[in-house]
């Protein structure tokens, strides 16, 4: 397994399937979804619905080997102990007219297990947009290689366990890649000759009385993510509390900022620093009179407006900040989670990070890259462990989309090697982040 895995949108798979057989790739296609079937559902009573494409095409192939009965796009669903969904494929765009919605409906409240021809009936296969209503699979045997839809949600969430299944395609250029644990072994070692300034120095802003706590996140991840040295800078009532929590890091106050900014070599701008007007000011200027890489998060998103700097900046909100920066409903945002980033690429022409329960990391120019999520990190104080890490990564002088993307992946493993599945706080994945780096040696 490499650090990439393609991700196809349907112009893509396409343009790899142009040349090639028609009757050969179906068959090749039908062919896995039976053996698939045979092997996760013997002896099942087996319905095919079917639409009249090519991807009912591959629907009637597995069929017809599995012996099951195949159902019309509208027509009635009979009982099964499994259903075969081939109604739509990668060239499905929209809603689902009135019968194949009712076939949708119909898959949907059988109560029994799906399996999905390419892509569940109802997903964009090159956005994972979900107009209408969709199949929701149990498993999704893809061809030749992943779709996007497949690995954005809301897509994502509607196709359980996806297969991929060759039929004979050459692996082509993606505009789109999944990114794997892989990747994490990018991390610059520390150098013989280096020093703690050297191993990377994140300064961090943030700690507004009542949210230190996100400020202290924020730091014990940039060390733990193999930064040499931290520097705080919170407001003067919030430093007692924050020299308390912390040891390592060294602590200022707000208005020496930009001396602090002097020997650092990355700023993590947001944590608890709070929404004032005064705040937003600190950070627009920090922005604009420091020549550091800056990862951009929290409180420093709020009412964020666009700064023409030459040093790489990140920005890293969930869909409710990133809806407020484009001036849209959040739940617009969940529906439409690559077109969102890519408004706000055009708009901050900066890395764009969006969590969620996948991760989507867009920059000016360059392939999109995402990585599965995990529900562990839905929990308070995540979100400013991440901004650590980042930090961590840009001052380490990584490529900027290259350190967001290897900090996302570094944050979901150390998330997953928590040993506990209930009751994960953000300390315990700041906890396993040396051992996420030291596995990649």
């Keep these: 397994m490499g650090e990439f895995e393609p991700l196809y ?14 009757e050969t790739m179906m068959e090749r296609a039908g062919s896995a979804v039976a053996a698939a079937v045979s092997r996760d559902y013997p002896g099942a009573r087996v319905v095919a ?42 060239g499905f765009r929209g809603e689902p007219r009135e019968q194949a919605a009712r076939s949708i409906e119909a898959i949907r409240s059988a109560g029994v297990p799906v399996v999905s021809v390419d892509v569940p009936s109802g997903v964009d296969a090159s956005t994972g947009e979900v107009s209408g209503v969709s199949v929701e699979a149990t498993t999704t045997i893809t061809f030749h290689g992943e779709k996007v839809g497949l690995a954005v949600a809301p897509g994502s969430l509607q196709a359980g366990r996806v ?5 004979g395609l050459e ?17 610059p070692q520390r150098r013989r000759d280096g020093n703690k300034y050297r191993s990377g120095s994140v300064l961090v802003v943030g700690g507004a009385p009542g949210m230190t706590g996100a400020v ?24 007692p509390v ?28 947001g944590p608890g620093l709070g929404r004032g007007e005064e705040m937003k000011q600190l950070v627009r200027r920090l922005l604009k009179e420091t020549k550091l890489p ?13 700064v023409e700097r030459d040093a790489p900046t990140v920005l890293t909100p969930h869909s409710g900040e990133l809806a407020r920066l484009l001036e849209v409903e959040t739940a617009w945002v969940d529906a439409h989670r690559l077109e969102a980033v890519h408004r706000a690429l055009e708009r901050f022409k900066c890395v764009v990070l969006l969590k969620g329960s996948d991760t989507i990391v867009a920059a000016p120019g360059a392939r999109t890259l995402i990585t599965a999520g995990t529900p562990r990190l839905a929990t308070a104080g995540t979100g400013d462990v991440l901004t650590g890490i980042v930090g961590a990564f840009l001052a380490k002088q990584m490529e900027p989309q290259l350190a967001t993307v290897v900090a996302a992946r570094v944050h979901i493993d150390a998330a997953l090697a928590v040993p506990h599945q209930r009751g994960l706080v953000a300390s315990d994945v700041i906890a396993q982040l040396p051992g996420m780096l030291d596995a990649a040696l």
């Design 216 to 239: 202290c996140l924020a730091a014990e991840a940039a060390f733990r993510a193999d930064a040499g040295y931290v520097t705080v800078c919170a407001p003067r009532e919030s430093l």
């Design 49 to 90: 619905v079917c639409g009249k494409g090519a991807n009912g095409g591959d629907g009637r192939i597995a069929a017809e080997k599995v012996g099951a009965e195949v159902v019309e796009v509208g027509a009635e669903l009979p009982a099964a102990g499994v259903v075969i969904d081939a109604i739509f494929g990668t």
């Design 163 to 167: 297969e991929v299944a060759d039929i």
């Design 9 to 22: 949108t349907a112009d893509e798979m396409k343009a790899a399937e142009s040349g090639h057989d028609v």
């Design 294 to 306: 800056a990862v951009v998060d929290a409180d420093a998103l709020f009412a964020f407006e666009p």
């Design 171 to 187: 692996q082509a250029e993606t505009s789109h890649a999944r990114v794997t644990s892989e990747i994490v072994r990018r991390v």
């Design 242 to 269: 924050v020299e308390n929590r912390l040891l390592e890091a060294v602590k200022r106050p707000l208005e020496e900022a930009f001396e602090a900014a002097e020997r650092a070599g990355a700023l993590a701008l």
